[in-house]
Nanobody, 114 residues
Framework: QVQLAESGGGLVQAGGSLRLSCAASGSTFSIMAWYRQAPGNQRELVARISGGSTSYADSVKGRFTISRDNAKNTVYLQMNSLKPEDTAIYYC???????????WGQGTQVTVSS
């Protein structure tokens, strides 16, 4: 059974940092990503990692860094210089192959106060 377990969310002041973790079990995945959804907004892609390649939403470039530890089957999202507009529920997502079935974590709340 595939499970994605996120952790690391919380409340932080603007300018602060948080590190999200997502531990995968039940399978290995080629593509792992972080999405977020703020109230009233659609879920959006924040960052994605596949092999040695990473990509980021323009809104987080230079502030967020996605990485993974294959030995631990875990993906991380280091978030620096956080802004109130980063407030959202952050979801981990994983696919075995491009275009394959996405798996989702339960989400972790990130709140940035001004």
């Amino acid at each position: 059974q595939v499970q994605l377990a996120e952790s690391g969310g919380g409340l932080v002041q603007a300018g602060g940092s948080l590190r999200l973790s997502c531990a995968a079990s039940g399978s290995t995945f080629s593509i792992m990503a972080w999405y977020r959804q703020a109230p009233g907004n659609q879920r959006e892609l924040v960052a994605r990692i596949s092999g040695g390649s990473t990509s980021y939403a323009d809104s987080v470039k230079g502030r967020f860094t996605i990485s993974r530890d294959n030995a631990k089957n875990t993906v991380y999202l280091q978030m620096n210089s956080l802004k109130p507009e980063d407030t959202a529920i952050y979801y981990c997502s994983a696919r075995r192959v491009w275009g394959g079935q996405p798996y989702w974590g339960q989400g972790t709340q990130v709140t940035v106060s001004s």
